[in-house]
């Protein structure tokens, strides 16, 4: 009896994230995308967005942030079959640090979009409205936790980028990247100090941006 009310409580939370793609498709839009970003935080690593179109929907989808690590894994895979349609995009610090934060942001999930099998007819939005796209657009404040779609972007912009951390933590030891994931704990910091910035760091962030960088290879 337990397993089938929280089947139910299942079906019915997934059935109020659809309401948003439920509304679009009742406009006449049809290849409605989610599009989110993870890592526009972090001191250190990449920004990448993921866009998504849902074949149908996926038990368990949420926002990334509130899963476990394990769950994020597995919903990758399920998000990456079954017909379901993604686009990832990768900016690298140094054009975060060209362009600055917000204008990398906006690229990449335009990136990410274009990078789609084939072009959208509607963007969901996780907190923003990509600025300069051809198609019609909703930013969805928390949309992460509001839409499968964009709650399945941010598991694959969230995963895509963790690996490409996990890898840094080979390309640039002692930073440990691969915990921390670039942001800003004590541990990240401390080893700044110790270590100076790598080429996985962003040199216009603070505290690097706040600092002569010579010195912090002395």
Partial sequence: MRAIVLDAKERKRLAVMDQLEAEARGNGFTRIAGV???GRGPLAGPIVAGAVILASTIPGLDDSKR?????????????????????????????????????????????????????????LVDGFRIPGVPWPQSRIIRGDQRSQSIAAASIV????????????????????????????????????????PCPAHRR?????????VDELFA
Wanted: with cysteine.
């Fill in 157 to 196: 912009a969230k995963v895509t980028r963790d690996r490409l951390m996990g890898a840094l933590e080979n390309q640039c030891p002692g930073y440990g990247f691969a915990r921390h994931k670039g942001y800003g704990t004590r541990e990240h910091l401390e080893a700044l100090e110790r270590l100076g």
């Fill in 67 to 123: 899963l476990s690590e394990a769950a994020r894994e597995s919903l990758f895979v399920q998000i990456h079959a079954g017909g379901h349609e993604v686009g990832v995009a990768i900016i690298e610090p140094e054009e975060i640090d060209r362009v600055g934060i917000q204008a990398a942001n906006y690229r990449v999930m335009a990136l990410a979009v274009m990078n789609l099998p084939a072009a959208p007819d509607f963007l």
């Fill in 204 to 212: 216009s962030f603070a505290p690097l941006s706040k600092r002569n």
């Fill in 36 to 38: 989110d970003e993870a």
